[in-house]
T-cell receptor, first 114, second 112 residues
């Protein structure tokens, strides 16, 4: 069984300040973890993925995430928020190997103030 | 750049009516997914195809939902009869390999 918990439904930051979106997972086996972004009226886009290689993963648009097995966490960060980062972000867990059958979190809405 | 196509983009239907959604994946992508996303929640996987075969449909309400991908290319998701609780965004995604999904824009269904 696998599940993912996004700890904040909304995160509000000012432009130019750091972003932290929190995600904790539960998985019976070694997981693969992902972050997706969804802008209004647009399809989901993959930001980054962890599939058992380096624990610090760099993605697009300056985002990165660190896999911490001891804390069962995969938090998403960005050093400096931009207005265009305002969107819905989803953390996703899947078992490693074999078929990719993902479980999405409920999402975190990132609000960026000028 | 190739994209996943979905139609219609918006659909309003009355409860007890039948409704169908269509998805055309990126050419060459063997794996196709249908998700349902209720407002304020994350997408929920309904069915996954590998070519024309169903890999997982454990979350598909089979009493009213059906999905097919007859030739292993495009796919149709049907609901019959629609219920008020089916109002949601229905997303299609395709994948050339594990862990790499490309999503379409979705079909927003409103059941009245």
């Amino acid at each position: 069984a696998q599940s993912v918990t996004q700890l904040d439904s909304h995160v509000s930051v000012s432009e130019g300040t750091p972003v932290l979106l929190r995600c904790n997972y539960s998985s019976s086996y070694s997981p693969s973890l992902f972050w997706y972004v969804q802008h209004p009226n647009k399809g989901l886009q993959l930001l980054l993925k962890y599939t058992s290689a380096a624990t610090l993963v760099k993605g697009i648009n300056g985002f990165e995430a660190e896999f911490k097995k001891s804390e069962t966490s995969f938090h998403l960060t960005k050093p400096s928020a931009h207005m265009s980062d305002a969107a819905e972000y989803f953390c996703v867990v899947s078992l490693s190997g074999g078929s990719y059958i993902p479980t999405f979190g409920r999402g975190t809405s990132l609000i960026v103030h000028p | 750049e190739a994209e996943v196509a979905q139609s219609p983009r918006y659909k309003i239907t009355e409860k007890s009516q039948a409704v169908a959604f269509w998805c055309d994946p990126i050419s060459g992508h063997a794996t196709l997914y249908w998700y349902r996303q209720i407002l304020g929640q994350g997408p929920e996987l309904l069915v996954q195809f590998q070519d024309e075969s169903v890999v997982d449909d454990s979350q598909l309400p089979k009493d009213r939902f059906s999905a097919e991908r007859l030739k292993g290319v495009d796919s149709t998701l049907k609901i019959q009869p629609a219920e008020l609780g089916d109002s949601a965004m229905y997303l299609c995604a395709s994948s050339p390999r594990p862990y790499e999904q490309y999503f379409g824009p979705g079909t927003r269904l409103t059941v009245t």
